[in-house]
């Protein structure tokens, strides 16, 4: 399939072209200057321009933190820009797959989320995000599967697998929060769900594959757990590795408050599509394999 992604040097963009390659697909990558978010007017042409067979929306505003003071910028991107992508690709006849988050709850209770619980999102990515499905579900109904994912990490970008590996190298011990629970997923385990899904849409038109869709890697950690891991894998290779301090959220403050419960429930994928993406256990070592050679 030919595939236009927006966005160019993001974790998933980046593993859609890393595994594109691999399952035969043509990827177009499309970002800024060319095709700004905050510029809904800046979208249409190169994705057009494309010709794509389906559109994956994979950029966004992602700086959670930030978005707290620049809600506006976030809003504009992550809700008008993914609205404004979706009109495209319903203009175009061509399915839409966009990704969406975890970050849509609240964080309460202990069950894994499903797709029909409410939404309650506890700081402004989370809440522009939760805006930016319902723009893309109102600009292409029929044609859109939105896959909410969660605690992405990849041999690329900005991601707490490599945080951690660059503060095991400084110091003998770090603090973890160890009170947030989520699903820790491969980027690149994304781009071969997302494969799959955009197959499934482009050769059936049944209603029961669009829509909202949880899509995580399976298991669960704590980030103590998670970067318990990272710490394990590193040490196997002889990098580098620290003591996990477990810490509370209180005890590390942030601007956004992050949901203690990320848990995501991705029955409704498997049905629907047959997709279930592996554990982040197995997925994990690869990663860190990767990004320790970076550094060698
Ligand atoms: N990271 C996570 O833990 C996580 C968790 C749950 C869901 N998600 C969702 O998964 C998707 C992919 O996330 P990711 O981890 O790959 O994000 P990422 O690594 O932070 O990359 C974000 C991408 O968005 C692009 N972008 C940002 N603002 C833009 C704008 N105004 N116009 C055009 N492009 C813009 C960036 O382009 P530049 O290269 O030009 O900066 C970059 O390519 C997003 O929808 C995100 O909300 C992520």
Same mark, same amino acid.
């Given at each position: 399939?030919?595939?236009?992604?927006?966005?160019?040097s993001?974790q998933v963009?980046?593993?859609?072209?890393?595994?594109?390659?691999?399952?035969?697909?043509?990827?177009?990558?499309?970002?800024r200057p060319?095709l700004?978010?905050?510029?809904?007017a800046?979208?249409?042409?190169?994705?057009?321009?494309?010709?794509?067979?389906?559109?994956?929306?994979?950029?966004?505003?992602?700086?959670?933190?930030?978005?707290?003071?620049?809600?506006?910028?976030?809003? &504009?991107v992550? *809700?008008?820009? =993914?609205? /404004? #992508?979706? %009109?495209?690709? @319903?203009d175009? $006849?061509? +399915?839409?797959?966009?990704?969406?988050?975890?970050?849509?709850?609240?964080?309460?209770?202990?069950?894994?989320?499903?797709?029909?619980?409410l939404?309650?999102?506890?700081?402004?990515?989370?809440?522009?995000?939760?805006?930016?499905?319902?723009?893309?579900?109102?600009?292409h109904?029929?044609?859109?599967?939105?896959?909410?994912?969660?605690?992405?990490?990849?041999?690329?970008g900005?991601n707490?697998v490599r945080?951690?590996?660059?503060?095991?190298?400084?110091?003998?011990?770090v603090?973890?929060?160890?009170?947030?629970?989520?699903?820790?997923?491969?980027?690149?385990?994304?781009?071969?769900g997302?494969?799959?899904?955009?197959?499934?849409?482009a050769?059936d038109?049944?209603?029961?594959?669009?829509?909202?869709?949880?899509?995580?890697?399976?298991?669960? &950690?704590?980030? *103590?757990?998670? =970067?318990? /891991? #990272?710490? %394990?894998?590193? @040490?196997e290779? $002889?990098? +580098?590795?620290?003591?996990?301090?477990?810490i509370?959220?209180?005890?590390?403050?942030?601007?956004?408050?992050?949901?203690?419960n990320?848990?995501?429930?991705?029955?409704?994928?498997?049905?629907?599509?047959?997709?279930a993406?592996?554990?982040?256990?197995?997925?994990?070592?690869?990663?860190v394999?990767?990004?320790?050679?970076?550094?060698?």
């Amino acid at each position: 399939m030919r595939i236009a992604v927006t966005g160019t040097s993001g974790q998933v963009v980046t593993s859609l072209i890393e595994r594109g390659k691999l399952a035969g697909d043509e990827i177009v990558a499309i970002g800024r200057p060319q095709l700004d978010l905050a510029d809904p007017a800046s979208v249409a042409t190169p994705l057009a321009a494309a010709r794509p067979d389906a559109i994956v929306s994979a950029a966004a505003y992602t700086a959670v933190d930030k978005a707290e003071s620049e809600r506006d910028l976030a809003l &504009a991107v992550n *809700a008008v820009g =993914a609205g /404004a #992508v979706a %009109a495209v690709a @319903a203009d175009m $006849g061509v +399915p839409l797959i966009h990704l969406s988050t975890d970050y849509v709850f609240d964080g309460s209770g202990v069950q894994p989320w499903t797709e029909s619980d409410l939404t309650g999102p506890t700081g402004v990515y989370g809440e522009t995000k939760l805006a930016g499905e319902q723009a893309v579900l109102a600009a292409h109904p029929g044609g859109s599967a939105i896959l909410r994912t969660a605690w992405v990490y990849s041999p690329f970008g900005a991601n707490f697998v490599r945080t951690m590996l660059r503060l095991a190298a400084e110091r003998d011990e770090v603090s973890v929060v160890a009170d947030q629970i989520g699903n820790p997923t491969s980027a690149l385990d994304i781009a071969d769900g997302v494969f799959a899904v955009a197959r499934n849409l482009a050769a059936d038109s049944d209603p029961a594959l669009r829509g909202v869709f949880h899509m995580s890697g399976a298991g669960e &950690a704590s980030w *103590a757990d998670f =970067a318990r /891991a #990272v710490f %394990a894998a590193s @040490a196997e290779r $002889g990098g +580098p590795s620290a003591e996990v301090n477990a810490i509370t959220t209180a005890d590390y403050p942030t601007p956004a408050r992050r949901p203690a419960n990320s848990r995501l429930d991705c029955a409704r994928l498997a049905e629907a599509h047959g997709v279930a993406l592996p554990d982040w256990r197995d997925s994990l070592p690869p990663v860190v394999e990767r990004l320790l050679a970076e550094t060698a």
